[in-house]
Antibody, heavy 119, light 110 residues
Framework: QVELQESGPGLVKPSETLSLTCDVS?????????WNWIRQSPEKGLEWIGT???????FYNPSLKSRASISVDSSNNQFSLRLTSVTAADTAVYYC????????????WGQGTLVTVSS | NFMLTQTHSVSESPGKTVTISCTRS????????VQWYQQRPGHSPTTVIY?????PSGVPDRFSGSIVTSSNSASLTISGLKTEDEADYFC?????????FGGGTKLTVL
């Protein structure tokens, strides 16, 4: 059974960089698939942030204006999100999720982690 | 990019059938697969329908999905409603550059 678990700081200051990690168990990242970050807030609902594969085939939501980057680490079977220059609008529950192809069918999802942007 | 529009809320009685719709603003709904996710309060989303009409293992056949090209929309139908079906339901699709989620429909079973 594939399981994903997010971790990282729950509080980030405005203008700083948000960094989160997703640990994958029950599946080897080296076997393939795409690794995604998705966030959810009352204001914007569910918002796909981006995806990357071990081979470096990455895509990002244009609305984030190149602030997001996702890296995949097969040696530790985890992947990470960096979101730069955060503002209060980036406050959300952040989920990691797997997909077979870019953009299509996110499953499973992690349990989510709340990140608040505040000074 | 396009948007996916869902009715904000719907309510129905146990045992009845409910249909939740998801309308694509531009581009053909049939061009890219549609997924449906269920999210119960305090939990992360789980898939009930993927690739328009396919059910993951473990999802009861009371859940079905379809595409309605005439209205450029997708539909999720839940028959034989149970109280445990009460949740938020989100549709999701994509184009060549991004994935898009609908705003969600809150299903109340009372």
């Amino acid at each position: 059974q594939v399981e994903l678990q997010e971790s990282g700081p729950g509080l980030v200051k405005p203008s700083e960089t948000l960094s989160l990690t997703c640990d994958v168990s029950g599946y080897s990242i080296s076997s393939g698939y795409y690794w995604n970050w998705i966030r959810q807030s009352p204001e914007k609902g569910l918002e796909w942030i981006g995806t990357n594969s071990l081979g470096g085939n990455s895509f990002y939501n244009p609305s984030l204006k190149s602030r997001a980057s996702i890296s995949v680490d097969s040696s530790n079977n985890q992947f990470s999100l960096r979101l730069t220059s955060v503002t209060a609008a980036d406050t959300a529950v952040y989920y990691c999720a797997r997909s077979i192809r870019p953009f299509n069918w996110f499953d499973p999802w992690g349990q989510g982690t709340l990140v608040t942007v505040s000074s | 990019n396009f948007m996916l529009t869902q009715t904000h809320s719907v309510s129905e009685s146990p045992g009845k059938t409910v249909t939740i719709s998801c309308t694509r603003s531009s581009g053909s709904i049939a061009s890219n697969f549609v997924q449906w996710y269920q999210q119960r309060p305090g939990h992360s989303p789980t898939t009930v329908i993927y690739e328009d009409n396919r059910r993951p293992s473990g999802v009861p056949d009371r859940f079905s999905g379809s595409i309605v090209t005439s209205s450029n929309s997708a539909s999720l139908t839940i028959s034989g409603l149970k109280t445990e079906d009460e949740a938020d339901y989100f549709c999701q699709s994509y184009d060549t550059t991004t994935a898009v989620f609908g705003g969600g429909t809150k299903l109340t079973v009372l």
